[in-house]
């Protein structure tokens, strides 16, 4: 008897482990700054770049809060030739109210997985509401274990 196997994972927007990578990346920033003993206004400059690098980064980046898989009743290449359902919600609207108009619900292919200990990172190709590639980052802490454990399989799957 074949097993039936179905990705249904409700995704959390805020992640732990994304804050400590941030955190790091700006730490190591400052670092350089220093040994490269840069005069004030370079310093300004460096700061306001990066600042404004993060807030269009934010705006343009789609919060993905649901991922899910039609039930696969095969393994190996039927998993990346089903379609999966992104719920994906604005960031503009998932701030204002998390309500059921703000959030569209994506149709897309799984193009290829890469999953290490703390991440995984999912490229689909979106056939609606928009033909797109749209890359997803899910961190450990934002999904539940048995979507970790499910997602990681499929990542390795692919590799």
């Not at 097993?3 to 249904?8: A, L, N, S, T």
């Not at 840069?38 to 993905?64: D, E, F, S």
């Not at 604005?90 to 290490?116: F, H, I, V």
Request: glycine share 2%.
């Amino acid at each position: 008897m074949k097993q039936h196997w179905r990705v249904d994972s409700k995704i959390h927007t805020t992640s732990q482990w994304q804050v400590v990578v941030i955190v790091l990346w700006l730490f190591i920033m400052l670092l350089v700054a220093l040994m490269a003993d840069l005069p004030c206004w370079q310093w300004l400059l460096m700061i306001a770049i990066t600042a404004g690098l993060a807030y269009l980064y934010n705006l343009q980046r789609l919060t993905v809060v649901h991922i899910t898989q039609p039930e696969i009743k095969h393994s190996g290449a039927e998993i990346y030739y089903s379609p999966w359902l992104i719920y994906v919600a604005s960031k503009q609207s998932y701030n204002q109210a998390n309500t059921e108009s703000n959030k569209q619900l994506w149709q897309g292919y799984l193009q290829s997985s890469y999953a290490n200990r703390y991440l995984l990172l999912l490229n689909f190709e979106i056939n609606s509401p928009v033909q797109r590639p749209m890359t997803v980052i899910i961190w450990r802490d934002q999904i539940n274990p048995t979507g970790w454990r499910q997602l990681q399989t499929l990542a390795r799957l692919n590799s």
